[in-house]
């Protein structure tokens, strides 16, 4: 293959599948889909090189390492933002269990009942949904600290 000329559709599916292949963090059902969005990529920067250049007469050149380029760009922004996202997930189920050990200690007063009651970790559980613990838990924590 000639490396001066543009490649074709297939030649880029192929190679973007090649690369994409020995990625874990990916689903084997969308690889296909990606591998055929960067071949679309790279033929729309080639159609709009070309359109650039009879309009404003510059030069924007791609090449086949412009290609390459683009699917190591791929993989390492998908590995940077699903580490990313596993250390969000890991510190959010950290919370939430600090928010259910600390929620079976809690004892705040409460004077519109006139008595002191117990938050039992079954009750909170069922009672909020996940994304509640937490705004919950501050709110409780922030009480325990402000005192009577």
Not at 44 to 50: G, Q, T
Not at 67 to 77: D, R, T, V
Not at 97 to 116: C, P, Y
Request: with cysteine; hydrophobic share 40%; glycine share 4%.
């Amino acid at each position: 293959m000639d490396c001066f000329q543009p490649w074709p559709r297939q030649a880029l599916e192929s190679v973007s599948r090649r690369f994409l292949q020995d990625m874990d963090t990916l689903q084997d059902s969308v690889k296909d889909s990606i591998s055929k969005f960067m071949a679309h990529v790279h033929i729309s920067v080639n159609e709009m090189s070309r359109l650039y250049l009879s309009n404003e007469h510059r030069y924007n050149y791609t090449t086949p390492k412009s290609f390459l380029e683009q699917i190591k760009l791929y993989q390492s922004l998908l590995l940077k933002k699903d580490k990313d996202l596993k250390a969000k997930m890991q510190r959010l189920e950290n919370g939430l269990e600090k928010l259910k050990s600390t929620s079976a200690q809690v004892v705040f007063r409460s004077d519109g009942l006139g008595g002191i009651f117990r938050v039992k970790v079954e009750d909170f559980a069922a009672w909020v949904s996940p994304g509640c613990a937490l705004a919950l838990g501050l709110l409780l924590i922030s009480a325990i600290l402000q005192g009577p």
